[in-house]
């Protein structure tokens, strides 16, 4: 059974950086494809960045764009955020996919993780 266990989040200022890591166990991740997900209070699950089980593919949401870095080891999926903004608030989920290809859509996704908080703020 594949597990999913997010980690990295925290309070930043805007302007600032985190790095979120999700991190498999139970099954390899190489057969994959990963999406990072976010949910804001009130708002509904967005989809914010995924990537390919290969790794060649990635996909972001046009309001992370140029920001934030999707990136796979091994087990481990990252999420390098940067120039953040008080509407990045959020928890941030990850989840995995048994097929070769990523989208944003939520829906596809079997597995995910519990969540990590991110509070940008000043």
């Known amino acids: 059974q594949l597990q999913l266990v997010e980690s990295g989040g925290g309070l930043v200022q805007p302007g600032g950086s985190l790095s979120l890591s999700c991190a498999a166990s139970?099954?390899?991740?190489?057969?994959?494809?990963i999406g990072w997900f976010r949910q804001a209070p009130g708002k509904e699950r967005e989809g914010v960045s995924c990537i390919s089980s290969s790794g060649g593919i990635t996909n972001y949401t046009d309001s992370v764009k140029g920001r934030f870095t999707i990136s796979r080891n091994k087990n481990t999926v990252y999420l390098q955020m940067n120039s953040l903004k008080p509407e990045d608030t959020a928890v941030y989920y990850c989840?995995?996919?048994?097929?070769?290809?990523?989208?944003?859509?939520?829906?596809?996704?079997?597995?995910w993780g519990q969540g990590t908080q991110v509070t940008v703020s000043p």
């Open positions: 139970g099954v390899t991740l190489d057969y994959y494809s």
């Open positions: 989840a995995a996919v048994a097929f070769k290809l990523c989208v944003l859509s939520q829906f596809p996704y079997d597995y």
